[in-house]
């Protein structure tokens, strides 16, 4: 079984960003699966709040978050390994963490990132 990227299906800039991560993951070592159908599967995805972030879901059932979940995505790709090192240096990966929620932002006009259905709202992560 592979990481899952588990991305807000209903955000127009999320799947745009899902078709990349496709392209980029030549070696196919990820899944991708929408929010919708894998809080269904994966209950431990529904913690927290789907505008907290990207998320990644290990086999083992853990979860990455973020910038994290950007990290675990880019270090399985060929060509997102070059540079997703550089996440792990505790500096950086702040910095990154910035950047990403900056980002995360921009995703709706009103600046909440792709909401999460309250029945799906299990408390912090």
């Given amino acids: ?47 927290g709040h789907l505008g907290d972030g990207l998320r990644v879901r290990y086999p083992d059932g853990s979860v990455a978050l973020g910038v994290d979940a950007v990290r675990a995505i880019a270090i399985r790709t060929p060509l997102g390994a070059l540079g997703a090192w550089t996440l792990y240096l505790p500096g950086l990966h ?22 999460l259905p309250a029945r799906y709202d299990c408390g912090s992560v």
């Avoid at 588990?6 to 078709?19: A, I, L």
Wanted: glycine letters at 10%; hydrophobic letters at 35%.
């Fill in 1 to 47: 079984m592979r990481p899952i990227v588990v991305y807000d299906d209903t955000c127009g800039m999320c799947r745009n960003s899902v078709r990349w991560v496709r392209r980029l993951d030549w070696l196919r070592r990820l899944d991708d699966l929408g929010y919708s159908i894998a809080v269904e599967r994966y209950p431990e995805i529904g913690r």
């Fill in 94 to 115: 702040g910095l990154g963490a910035r950047g990403y929620a900056q980002l995360a932002k921009r995703r709706r006009p009103e600046g909440t990132a792709c909401p």
